[in-house]
């Protein structure tokens, strides 16, 4: 976990990292996010539960794009409301053929949305209050249901405060640059040593770190996830939307099977 008094000084070296573009996006939801609950995090009962990989009969999401195939373990037991929202969502088919509306410099992609501005037809599934856990953290490969807006009266609107939510869009993250420079100040400003060791050994990015719901960790396709985070794109406001249309297909919810699993990889090989 990234310690509170470190958290400007975490963005700034992300700046340099990211670009300009990235950080104005990163600015916003970090800071923004650091007005509401504050979660504590106990590193002796931490769970990097993400490390671990799926286990059998594990609730699973298959997501099928228009550039290939990845698959997620789902964390319901930790983000019990987002999942439920997301699984609700992609048994109903909600997610076939909507558009991956963004792609971040090779950090991240943002997907799910029935528009191609990326904006949802209705606010029915976009109202989920945020959940934030101890044992999940933005490594590459972790997806998160995106904040969509914040509930604050007008003296949390004054000093600081409210309850942010998420909805039916979601991220999947790659991951930023770890040079050996950024690892030093990444072990400097967090509260874990295991935590930033993670980072470091995995990729990610930190600075996300407790903003967002966590729902899934991809342990299936991480090739499709870099492909995402890297598509040519042209920047037309909010978003960097791709330049050629990247569509999902479908998201199918499942249950974890080694057996299914290797006899999936075995038909994709002999192909």
């Known amino acids: 976990m990234i310690k509170r008094n470190n958290v400007v000084r975490a963005i700034l070296i992300f700046t340099l990292i990211m670009g300009v573009s990235a950080f104005v996006m990163m600015l916003t939801n970090t800071l923004s996010a650091r007005q509401t609950n504050y979660i504590t995090i106990d590193a002796a009962t931490m769970k990097l539960v993400q490390l671990d990989g799926p286990k059998e009969g594990d609730p699973i999401a298959i997501v099928e794009t228009s550039i290939g195939e990845y698959r997620f373990v ?26 991956v509306f963004h792609s971040e410099s090779g950090a991240y992609s943002a997907a799910g949305a029935p528009n191609k501005d990326g904006t949802a037809n209705d606010k029915s599934h976009e109202l989920v209050e945020r959940e934030l856990h101890q044992n999940l953290w933005p490594f590459k490969g972790a997806v998160l249901s995106m904040n969509t807006t914040i509930d604050q009266n007008w003296k949390e609107k004054l000093f600081g405060g409210g309850t942010y939510y998420n909805g039916s869009r979601f991220m999947v993250l790659n991951t930023v640059e770890f040079n050996d420079e950024f690892k030093e100040e990444l072990k400097e400003v967090s509260e874990s040593e295991a935590l930033a060791d993670a980072f470091i050994k995995n990729g990610g990015i930190p600075n996300f770190s407790q903003q967002m719901t966590v729902i899934g960790q991809t342990y299936s ?20 939307y791709p ?7 479908s998201i199918k919810i499942g249950t974890y099977s080694s057996k299914d699993e290797k006899e999936t990889a075995a038909k994709a090989k002999n192909k």
């Open 74 to 99: 789902l964390y319901p037991e930790y983000s019990p409301n987002a999942v439920a929202n997301f699984t609700e969502l992609a048994k109903q088919g909600y997610y076939d053929n909507t558009y």
């Open 221 to 240: 396709g991480m090739d499709v996830v870099e492909k995402l985070a890297s598509l040519e794109t042209q920047n037309t406001g909010n978003y960097k």
């Open 243 to 249: 330049v050629d249309d990247v569509m999902i297909r």
